[in-house]
């Protein structure tokens, strides 16, 4: 099943986990733009116009960290969905400070495929 090229941003700092999230996204008809910490996914948000939906993790180096960033993405974007993963905190999707998904890590790609094709 192709997503036709819907853009997702993937950010995460961990460069493996990054690189895994993207291929399997990828593998599934998506366009990915990848970033490793909310500073370089500021400045790709606001070069790609296209980007329909951002998957962050909450633990990052930079000036904010995966839960400041989905804020300032909605407060800047709002059309734009967030879901948030994190491996060092249990959070719920009603416990997010944005309308979104959680996802504990190790998450399984597939059901982020599945949740992600639900939000756009």
């Known amino acids: 099943m192709s997503d036709n090229g819907m853009t997702v941003l993937v950010v995460e700092d961990e460069v493996f986990v990054r690189m895994d999230i993207a291929q399997s996204l990828e593998d599934h008809g998506f366009r990915v733009l990848e970033a490793s910490n909310s500073d370089e996914a500021i400045v790709l948000l606001a070069g790609h116009p296209e980007v329909l939906l951002m998957f962050t993790d909450i ?39 944005v309308v979104g998904r959680f996802f504990s890590k190790p998450y399984n790609p597939s059901r982020v495929i599945v949740a992600i094709r639900q939000m756009i």
């Open 59 to 97: 633990d990052m180096p930079g000036s904010m960290d995966g839960l400041k960033l989905a804020t300032a993405v909605r407060d800047r974007w709002p059309p734009i969905k967030i879901i948030v993963t994190s491996g060092h905190r249990a959070m719920s999707d009603e416990t997010l400070p």
